[in-house]
């Protein structure tokens, strides 16, 4: 079973009879799940994963003290220390009373400041701008399995998508490092001989095409060592990642060189089509093509296209800045 599954289980025949017994009175104000840091809150957990930081538990989440004050919520906490130490042939850790950093007790608000740095998750535009994926995807990622009270689900929800200013934004710097890199910097090292430096444009041209795919699908990007494992399974353009794969993973050499020139085009073309799919292009997007490979091949040039996004931005203050202010 994965984690989730087990964080499940796991509440269900014991954190939920506890709080029906014990906090009866606390079953309208508290929210249960997982979710956070920690493959299992992504459901990308495998044995590999058991090797460090995997336990039965779950996290309660409680509301601020006017409503659960300090002396109910350690009761509560010393409760859930209480729990069985053993489920499913895994052993619980021995921490403090309140579970630990990933499981127990949690106050909302102090889990969200944590992750995005407000308690209620209303973000400014600048706050939007500069925030992580990745932290944002640990503040709704996972699985509330009850909420009476409400209060995390409405946050998860406020936090759940970015606003768009704020995705083209991305988008359009993301594009512009994605021709930079791949599209120009990629054969120029090879004409000078730089091997190494050639390989370091791939990377930057994958993380780049990585961010913009996340960006094309309105999902936030996780931690990189599971962005691959996330990327495999997003609605639009999927297979970009087996791609990329290939160009991290193969060398320089002459033929293999102009091959992975010529998927990077491919992918260029692949993300330009969802562009346009997508209505971000505007009306002036036919444009000529302008790359051009390293025997003559010929793509559109991805840095016409990060102008175009970036002029669909509709505040002002955002649209202005730099084009790669939010990469």
């Keep these: 079973m994965k984690g989730l599954e087990i964080a499940r289980a796991y509440y269900e025949e014991y954190g939920e009879p506890m709080l029906r017994e014990r906090f009866p009175a606390l079953m309208p104000f508290i929210a249960a799940g997982l979710t956070g840091s920690g493959s299992e809150c992504w459901g990308f957990d495998d044995e590999v994963s058991r090797d460090h ?48 950093a990933r499981h127990g007790i949690l106050r909302t608000a102090e889990f969200m400041r944590d992750k995005v740095g407000k ?19 640990e503040a709704v990622n996972g699985e509330i399995f009850k909420d009476g009270y409400g209060e995390v689900t409405a946050i998860r929800e406020r936090l759940k998508r970015r606003p768009e200013d ?41 993380k780049s095409s990585m961010a913009a795919v996340f960006l094309l699908n309105g999902v936030y990007q996780p931690y990189y060592k599971w962005s691959f494992r996330a990327m495999r399974a997003l609605p639009r353009l ?3 990642a087996e791609l990329l794969e290939y160009l991290l993973t193969t060398d320089n050499e002459a033929d293999t060189a102009e091959e992975k020139y010529n998927v990077m085009e491919g992918i260029a073309a ?4 969802e562009l346009k799919e997508q209505g971000l292009t505007g009306t002036d997007a036919g444009g000529k093509p302008q790359g051009r490979g390293l025997t003559g091949a010929v793509g559109e040039d991805l840095e016409k296209y990060a102008y175009l996004v ?17 990469v």
């Design 53 to 100: 930081d995997f336990e039965p538990g779950f996290c309660l989440f409680l509301p601020g003290e006017d409503v659960v004050d300090r002396r109910t919520a350690f009761e509560l906490e010393r409760a859930y220390a209480a729990l069985p130490k053993e489920f499913m042939g895994l052993r619980r850790s021995l921490v403090s009373p309140v579970g630990g």
């Design 119 to 137: 308690a209620d998750g209303n973000l400014s535009l600048m706050e939007w701008l500069y925030m992580p994926d990745y932290i944002l995807a």
């Design 166 to 206: 704020v995705r083209l934004k991305k988008l359009a710097g993301q594009l512009l490092l994605m021709g930079q890199s791949g599209q120009y910097n990629y054969r120029r090292c090879l004409l000078h001989g730089e091997t190494g430096a050639a390989q370091l444009a791939i990377v930057e041209f994958a």
């Design 238 to 240: 999927a297979l970009t």
């Design 270 to 273: 692949d993300i330009i089509g």
């Design 310 to 326: 970036n002029d669909r931005i509709s505040d002002a203050q955002i649209r202005n800045m730099h084009v790669l202010a939010a």
